[in-house]
């Protein structure tokens, strides 16, 4: 399946939400923790190295893990689809500095999936090592789940020429490439809290 790291992004401006959706508080095992806190401690339970791409990175020390690294997203925002080019970037030159071997597959994460599933992203991680394609991703209502996924550093030519030509939908990129469709038999895990009613549901749901 070969190495993998993960980059979470942490870079929405949360205007549906109105407030910093990834600081947002969730009850686990651990206590109340911000969901950002949350969603890094679960990609270190898969991969061996987390990273989190964010334009504000001093709003955020506090709030990862001492064992994440923040890296600070550069330029205007393309949306994801430029975080993921600029992420990869930084990490294949992150492992150059220390002296590592890169990554094979880079664990891609929005900060506000509060139904995350460690256990799910192990069995993920575990059947990449028959995937030839450049990304193994949920599929969802018939489009890709491009922010719970893997993409492998193959990738990175692809996505350079596609921002280069001023392409930031994760959706046409993608239906370009090839990709891998992930299995999902608890839709759940790709919950995400855009809006305030989103999240509220997911509380509710939480609690019965």
């Avoid at 997203?73 to 002296?99: C, F, K, T």
């Avoid at 069995?123 to 090592?129: K, Q, T």
């Avoid at 046409?172 to 305030?196: H, K």
Wanted: aromatic share 8%; glycine share 6%; charged share 20%.
């Amino acid at each position: 399946m070969g190495t993998a790291a993960a980059l979470v992004l942490a870079g929405g401006q949360s205007r549906r939400r109105g407030r910093d959706k990834a600081r947002l508080t969730l009850a686990t095992d651990q206590g109340p923790l911000p969901l950002l806190r949350r969603t890094c401690d679960v990609a270190q339970g898969c991969v061996d190295r987390t990273y989190v791409l964010t334009p504000w990175p001093q709003r955020y020390a506090s709030v990862v893990p001492s064992t994440a690294l923040l890296l600070q997203e550069s330029g205007n925002s393309g949306g994801p689809l430029v975080a993921l080019a600029q992420g990869w970037s930084m990490i294949l030159a992150d492992s150059q500095r220390r002296g590592q071997r890169a990554p094979d597959w880079l664990l891609v994460l929005a900060c506000d999936l509060p139904a995350l599933d460690l256990q799910v992203l192990r069995g993920w991680y575990e059947g990449l090592s028959t995937v030839s394609a450049i990304a193994a991703l949920p599929r969802h209502q018939d489009r890709w789940e491009p922010l719970c996924g893997f993409y492998h550093r193959r990738c990175l030519p692809s996505l350079q020429r596609a921002t280069a030509a001023k392409i930031y939908s994760c959706q046409v990129w993608l239906a370009q490439e090839e990709v891998f469709p992930l299995p999902v038999t608890n839709s759940n895990v790709l919950r995400n809290c855009n809006t305030p009613s989103q999240w509220q549901h997911f509380l509710q749901s939480r609690a019965r």
